[in-house]
């Protein structure tokens, strides 16, 4: 086991590199200017080429393209990814609170969607076709496909306006999350849901089931052993699932005014801030590498034939 | 009174309203041997599971199944459940697949005698490690802590019965239980469920399209077709001198086979079956 995690970290950090130089080099295609962006946000009346020049040189553009990346991919390892070009301030001092807030958001999501996609689709797959199973199908399709925007619209109106029990906004009490976390949640849960319950139902079809039943162990007996092998699914789909409801949130955080990533990273995106977007975009790879790597490792630790396999 | 007598047995599909098996009457007497012969699709696996009362939801069943006087229709799912495995216990076709892939098999087959038995956790595995060593199984330790993934389907198809000899069941139903397997191994494991007929001395229900291997090991066969039982006899009579043509047409396929893998190998071979 131990020998699995290692292996599999150590394909894990290439991978990083190679995502944070695709960060890097997209950023660098982009037909905006820089330096050009700088000069703007300090509002400095004529932009002379000299000026473009003088500031290209200030923030080390002038220098080879390979030694700027290995430069910024260092300092990216200490949580330095440079100044802000518009407010000037350290990008981490801007990402790190937003990253945490998006986190906090992501994960209390993210529980409750594992924990009503677990529950429903199992209770579903063990009364497959029966009225409960579809009437819980057939309302969450409708739920998965309703708009966020629209939907987040919706509530704000009924719960904070109509019946004024939530806050329309903001980061400051727990009853804050409940809109959000609700709008994130059935936006998903419906999703995951089907997953796991026909993760379960291929499950309940194998051979193991029938053997089960046939040596006469209970119905709970089975059910574990088809939980323990559906839910290794669940552990990889989840596992990518986090990090995608971390970067998705950017809808949900503009509607709700969440001081999250998602707010930070649109407004960077308008102002050309560049180093805010590649640090953003390294972030959420790295996340999306740490979770998958951790569910990999779950799933090994649940079956060991995927320890050889790898 | 020691006897599994079907009778009227009618298994139909309750969504479509299809008629699998219409009318199946049979009955296996103690220390006895019955194949069900016949192709894919017949009805021979749904029968047997609907003795176990073990088909899916979908397919209902009617019809009278008892097993030494006791009616099984009649039983509670609780009673059945703890008929299954102890009275009734059932070798699957695919040993790769018939154990939960994330645990050990030791795991399983510890589970199913605490639910029947209560034999204390080192007895169980005492028990255990000598069928299993009696089934051929050299390292039967090594087998109790093995994942299924790490066994052969021939060794896992010796778990199984090695179970059964445990359990000391009154019926035991295997399901063309060396489909899966290649010839040395299926010729091995068939050694094993004559060592496990007469060791037992139960009744048998021997699913299987081999003839070769129903010769050996049945004393009377049942032929299906298309859910019908189209011949019944002593194994002997129905090989030597089948009435029903279909039958017939299975017998003479197989002597047709059987002549051609003589000739492929050159001689006088004895081709068993």
């Known amino acids: 086991m131990g020998g699995y995690i290692l292996r599999r970290i150590a394909v894990a950090l290439p991978l990083l590199i190679v995502i944070s130089f695709l960060a890097f080099v997209l950023n660098q295609l982009s037909p905006m200017d820089p330096a050009e962006v700088v000069l703007h946000a300090q509002g400095v009346p004529t932009i002379t080429e000299e000026l473009i020049a003088e500031t290209r040189a200030e923030l080390g553009m002038d220098r080879p393209f390979l030694i700027q990346y290995f430069d910024w991919l260092i300092s990216s390892f200490q949580l330095d990814f440079g100044s802000s070009y518009v407010t000037g301030k350290p990008v981490w001092s801007l990402l790190g609170p937003a990253l945490l807030n998006t986190l906090k958001l992501t994960l209390v999501s993210s529980a409750f969607i594992i924990l009503f996609s677990i529950v429903m689709g199992v209770v579903c797959a063990l009364r497959e076709g029966g009225w409960l199973d579809l009437s819980v199908r057939g309302f969450s399709f409708l739920l998965t496909s309703l708009p966020a925007y629209w939907l987040a619209a919706l509530m704000v109106w009924y719960f904070s306006v109509k019946l004024d029990l939530l806050p329309t906004s903001g980061m400051d009490s727990i009853s804050s999350y409940i809109l959000p976390v609700a709008v994130i949640v059935i936006g998903y849960a419906g999703i995951y849901f089907r997953m796991i319950r026909s993760s379960m139902l291929s499950n309940l079809n194998e051979d193991y089931v029938l053997y089960g039943r046939a040596c006469g162990l209970s119905e709970t007996s089975v059910i574990m052993y088809v939980l323990r092998n559906s839910l290794q699914v669940a552990v990889s789909v989840f596992g990518l699932a986090i990090p995608v409801i971390l970067g998705s949130t950017v809808v949900v955080e503009n509607i709700f005014a969440w001081p999250g990533l998602g707010t930070l990273t649109v407004n960077s995106i308008l102002g050309r801030d560049f180093p805010i977007i590649q640090a953003y975009v390294l972030v959420l790879a790295a996340a999306f590498v740490l979770f998958n790597t951790a569910s990999d490792i779950i799933n090994a630790a649940f079956n060991p034939k995927l320890r050889k396999e790898f | ?273």
């Open chain 2, 1 to 273: 009174m020691h006897s599994l007598e079907i009778s009227r047995l009618k298994i139909w599909d309750s969504r479509t309203g299809s008629v699998i098996v219409p009318d199946s009457s049979f009955r296996v007497e103690q220390g006895k041997c019955l194949a069900i012969v016949g192709e894919s699709g017949s009805g021979k696996s749904l029968t047997c599971r609907a003795i176990m009362r073990l088909n899916p939801a979908s397919l209902q069943q009617s019809g009278h199944i008892e097993l030494n006087g006791i009616n099984l229709e009649e039983l509670s799912d609780k009673e059945m459940r703890q008929f299954r495995g102890k009275h009734l216990c059932m070798i699957m076709q695919n040993g790769m697949r018939a154990f939960d892939p994330s645990r050990p098999v030791g795991a399983h087959l510890l589970k199913t005698l605490a639910v029947h038995y209560p034999w204390s956790r080192s007895d169980a595995i005492a028990k255990l490690k000598a069928a299993l060593a009696s089934v051929g199984l050299k390292d039967p330790d090594k087998v109790l802590k093995s994942y299924p993934y790490q066994l052969s389907g021939g060794m896992l198809q010796r778990t199984m019965i090695a179970l059964a000899l445990v359990l000391e069941p009154d019926v035991i139903i295997a399901d063309e239980p060396t489909t899966a397997l290649d010839a040395i191994t299926q010729y091995e494991v068939v050694e094993q469920f004559i060592a496990l007929r007469s060791r037992l001395g139960g009744m048998m229900i021997f699913v299987s399209h081999d003839l070769g291997i129903v010769k050996r090991i049945a004393d009377d066969v049942l032929v299906m077709k298309d859910g019908h039982i189209i011949e019944r006899g002593k194994t002997s009579d129905v090989l030597a001198e089948a009435k029903h043509p279909y039958t017939r047409y299975l017998v003479s396929s197989k002597l047709a086979l059987s002549r051609h893998f003589t000739e492929l190998m050159g001689g006088e071979a004895v081709v068993e079956g």
